[in-house]
């Protein structure tokens, strides 16, 4: 694809997309490619040494998040994770105790969505909970909402669009006090906020290596002991990944993942400290500068290292393609000439002109400041520019509504 900006003038501030492999992973991994490449199930001494570093990279993961060593099974990533824990674990409930309902968040990213569909089209009674404008969920709505059929609640810990951090603890608490059993997809949260499975008392969990600044193509589903027996497969090899899932376990990948825990363990504090510093300055610098700017996603409780911002009366994707020298997401799509807003902002009843303006810019641990800095100058240079000759820009400013203009332009 020809691009006129070289990728390395590009400042990427799209880490909750996905992160470059540490260097340090790399080396971790690469003896397990052509050296040491027994498959862990081989009786002989390749196989027990492969089998070794697939340990070693399990305590690595257990430790990071305190959980139990059979606890631990490695996947292709979180989206295999989230779909273990929600479609088998919902399977096996209605087979075994004629719980009909899953209940999932309406702001949830498409990997559970997508799940919810799938229970939903195999009969399954689901609820998709709506949040408040800052993006949390409401603990009396979902006391309210748990039926006596009720089986599983799937929750985003931290969410991929606007960072809002739920209370799992008092989720789970809620959820237990009634029998339902609990999986949190924590793959925003993972190696980037303090974990304690036993803490939160969850009984699933899901997270994945690429956004760790580990390998793609791993993750990591987390099942409490009494819980595991939900997602075992029928007829799967015990002896790999605890019956969870079945094949030749990819060593690399799991020894990469194990190295990236290891990583985010040690460097955590001060990971998160760099990343909340760098978001203050952000936004000061885009808020000191330009009226009518809107942070997504809630004040309080977060991840500091996701900004979900507006810049009212611009669209996101224009803001991205004026913005040349940052790679960031947006959080609106125009597809088949029909302008649609993002699902987490919508579920979250932000007014449409101020979510369609809106993007999501995500800030890693080699983030530095000069970054940000020409971050912040890209984006007051192109929203001046797009607001200056903006029809909405110039609707806001004489104080008439937006509203019929968006619904007339057909926003869903
Ligand atoms: N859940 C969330 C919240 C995510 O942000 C992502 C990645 N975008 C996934 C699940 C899927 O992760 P993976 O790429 O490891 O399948």
Known sequence: MFCCVKLREIVYLDYAATTPCDSRVLEEMLPYFCDIFGNPNSMHHF????????????????????????????TSGATEANKIATIRVMKALRKSAGKQCFITLATEHKSVLDCADYLKRDGVDV????????????????????????????????????GAKQDAKKITEICHERGVLVHTDATQAFG?????????GVDFLSASGHKIYGPKGVGVLYCESANARFVRTPGANRDVEFGIRSGTVPIPVCVGMGKAAELALSELSQNLAHVQTLRNRFISGI???LDEIYINGSPEHNYPGIVNISFR???????????????????????????TISHALAAMNIPADIAQSSIRTSIGKQ????????????????????????PIW???????????????????
């Open 47 to 74: 196989g027990v040494t492969a089998l070794d570093a697939v340990d070693a990279a399990r305590i690595k993961v257990k430790t990071l998040i305190n959980a139990n060593f059979e606890e631990v099974v490695f």
């Open 192 to 200: 980037k906020i303090q974990l304690d499975v036993k803490e939160l």
């Open 313 to 339: 009366g611009c669209e996101g994707e224009a803001i991205m393609m004026e913005a040349k020298h940052i790679a960031v997401s947006s959080g609106s799509a125009c597809t088949s000439n029909k302008l």
């Open 127 to 162: 609820e998709l909970l709506p949040v408040g404008t800052d993006g949390l969920l409401d603990l009396n709505l979902l006391a309210d909402s748990v039926k006596d059929t009720t089986g599983l609640l799937s929750f985003c810990l931290v969410n991929n669009e606007t």
């Open 394 to 412: 110039d609707i806001i400013q004489s104080g008439s509504s937006v509203d019929d203009v968006f619904k007339r332009r057909g926003f869903q």
């Open 367 to 390: 983030t530095t400041e000069a970054e940000i800095d020409l971050a912040i100058d890209e984006l007051v240079t192109a929203t001046k520019k797009l607001r200056a000759i903006s």
């Open 287 to 289: 808020t000191g500068q």
